[in-house]
């Protein structure tokens, strides 16, 4: 079976052809036909985020010569494609809107089902799958052991959530403000970095590290004592700006030295405090294996912090390739074809504040 994966729900167009085998992640294989996610960062930088109309605009350009180039890239004809996955939410209605339209149009022309899919249930299942190259081959899919627990980190959403099987999803806590990747953008705009924000801070976070610097302040630790999974970064962010004026207000310049102590700072903080409630919920559920999606997993730091604690914890622990952290179709593709739960219908609309439970 030949699936069409397409995600337009931020600034990322994407397109990709995959070929299944099988039915489920235990017998089911993948081979990767063609990939392409085309981003628009340069254009949304100079507005210091993400501006929907823009994105619309661009999304709308690029859908059909995206298209065309997986099929010359997959050398595969338009008629062997059997089904369309597309991304309906959550997101951006505006963004998500053009690639449902443009589904909806191929559905016309090709007389294939479009599959709605849920971007966080995507996010999940990037991690599923050990590489996302091209290839000759069929691969087969990670094992997963049930119950998992997903912790999503994006720029949109931070969720942790119970998943009792595929498509069974129940969401223990959320960000009851910003999520980590949009804190993470604003505190990099409050230094005058560009966006997104995310590998900024981390990059200077890094160096900090990498120089056993010594900081001269910590910031707080929201929520890491309340008792549910929800968390907060709205608070922490008013604590950087409020850092920035004592030094502002001493007369004292924002150099390298400060972006340094407040990166460190921040990152230790965000960290220290998803871990700590992923390490608690992985003791209230009996759970057998960790997730952590959504494009702030690219953060190093992050990232070994998760492996340790699933190390300690001696559970498997399942990140997404380097490659397809942040927005992909490949999550998108893959989840209409693992997720045998969802129906495929007429009414196909965006739902930019759909969720996983
Ligand atoms: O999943 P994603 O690509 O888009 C959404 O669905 O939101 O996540 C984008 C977010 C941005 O906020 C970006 O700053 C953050 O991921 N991000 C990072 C890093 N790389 C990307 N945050 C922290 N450290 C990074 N290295
Ligand atoms: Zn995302």
Known sequence: MII??????????????????GENIDNGEYKVLANIVNSQI?????????????????????LPIIYKQILTESDIDENKIDKIAVTTGPGLA??????????????????????????????????IIPNTDKSDNF????????????????????????????????????TVDDAVGEAFDKVARMLNLPYPGGPQI????????????????????????????????????????YKLKEYTDKGIEINDRIIKNISLEFENSVTEVLIKKTNRAIDQN?????IVGGGV??????????????????????????DITGDNALMIAISAFLNTKIPSNEDIIALGNLSLS
């Open 42 to 62: 340069d254009i949304h930088k100079e507005y210091g985020g993400v501006f929907p109309m823009l994105a619309k605009r661009e999304h709308t350009r690029n």
């Open 286 to 290: 009996e759970i057998k294996s960790i």
């Open 94 to 127: 505006p963004a998500l809107w053009t690639g449902i339209v443009f589904a909806k149009e191929l559905k016309e022309k090709l007389n294939i089902p479009i599959v709605p899919i849920n971007h966080m249930e995507g996010h999940i299942l990037s991690t």
């Open 139 to 174: 691969n087969k899919f990670n094992k997963i052991e049930f119950p998992a627990l997903a912790v999503l980190i994006s720029g949109g959403h931070t969720e942790i959530v119970l998943i009792k099987n595929i498509g069974e999803y129940q969401i223990l806590g959320h």
């Open 297 to 322: 997993i690219a953060n190093k730091y992050i990232r070994n912090e998760f492996i340790k604690l699933s190390n300690s914890k001696n559970i498997r622990l399942h990140l997404p390739e380097k």
């Open 202 to 241: 981390s990059k200077y976070a890094e160096m900090a590290r990498l120089e056993n610097f010594q900081s001269e302040f910590e910031l707080p630790r929201p929520m890491i004592h309340s008792k549910d999974f929800n968390f907060s970064f709205s608070g922490l962010k008013t604590s950087v700006l």
């Open 4 to 21: 069409l994966g397409i995600e337009t729900s931020c600034d990322e167009t994407a397109l990709c052809l995959i070929e299944f085998k």
